[in-house]
């Protein structure tokens, strides 16, 4: 893990003597940003991205990349009044519905990824699923349906176990940027909103975007549409009411996307 005592190449000024609220940031030894992670939002092409921006390369284990926290730079030393004031200070948010079934598909329904078979048979054997690999379409809105119910027990804190960061809500994390005021960005609208946001400070960023090829692409047999019931839908935004309204405030502030980018 990477130690507390560390400071980013660009820092020169005075540090904190014991972690503050960086302590939840990703910086870079090169650029002077700061990046909350968010689960299920994009976090495995953003930690690719930001090991590229200080090593021009990527990293050896893009895919695991979540198990290398030492390669990493935290701001958990850096005075809080310069992050509040930092223009790169940025997350990611995600559609609740989208967050959820990338979380299903990804996590649960999906048998043959040897990395999650303890979060698969936790919630297989919590929420009561009927999981196997010849599932129709009926079979996975079904099973869906009861996995966030039970993600909605859980998070209320009336299911077993402490809620795991794949479905904890967006809501959670960003509340550890509270008076900061990060700027929000939509997982859909990453490949232009980051840009905006961050060539100020990095002219090319764009083009270091496009060189990191990583992503956690979860494979989903049936579409969105395909997958959201009303009574999904309503299970979805019951559960993550907060999450649903924060994705709808994010991307009525951002407008549609650059007509160059349609």
């Not at 809080?80 to 299903?104: G, H, K, M, N, T």
């Not at 904890?168 to 232009?192: A, F, H, M, N, Y």
């Not at 959201?228 to 993550?240: D, I, N, R, W």
Request: with cysteine; charged share 25%.
């Amino acid at each position: 893990m990477m130690m507390t005592d560390s400071l980013p190449d660009w820092f020169d000024d005075q540090s904190l003597d014991a972690p503050g609220p960086g302590k939840f940031l990703l910086t870079t030894n090169r650029y002077p940003l700061y990046y909350l992670q968010i689960t299920k939002c994009g976090c495995t092409f953003l930690r690719n991205l930001i090991y590229y921006l200080d090593h021009d390369a990527l990293h050896p284990a893009g895919t695991r990349i979540h198990s290398h926290e030492a390669d990493f730079v935290k701001a958990d030393l850096i005075p809080r009044d310069l992050i509040a004031a930092s223009p790169y200070l940025f997350a990611v948010v995600r559609d609740p519905v989208d967050r959820f079934l990338s979380l299903y598909f990804d996590k649960i329904a999906n048998l043959d990824s040897p990395y999650d078979e303890k979060i698969r048979a936790r919630v297989i054997r919590a929420a009561n699923l009927d999981i196997t690999s010849s599932m129709g379409l009926a079979d996975h809105q079904r099973n869906s349906l009861k996995t966030i119910n039970w993600i909605g027990r859980n998070l209320d804190r009336k299911g077993q176990g402490r809620p795991n960061p794949h479905w904890q809500r967006q809501s959670v994390r960003l509340s550890r940027t509270e008076g900061l005021s990060p700027r929000l960005i939509l997982l859909d609208g990453l490949s232009w909103q980051l840009p905006q946001v961050l060539s100020p400070l990095i002219p090319d960023i764009a083009d270091k975007m496009q060189a990191v090829r990583v992503r956690n692409v979860s494979r989903k047999p049936f579409s969105r549409d395909d997958m959201l019931t009303p009574e999904l839908a309503g299970a979805v935004a019951s559960v993550y009411p907060q999450d649903t309204e924060a994705a709808a405030q994010v991307r009525a502030d951002w407008g549609p996307a650059p007509k160059s980018q349609d």
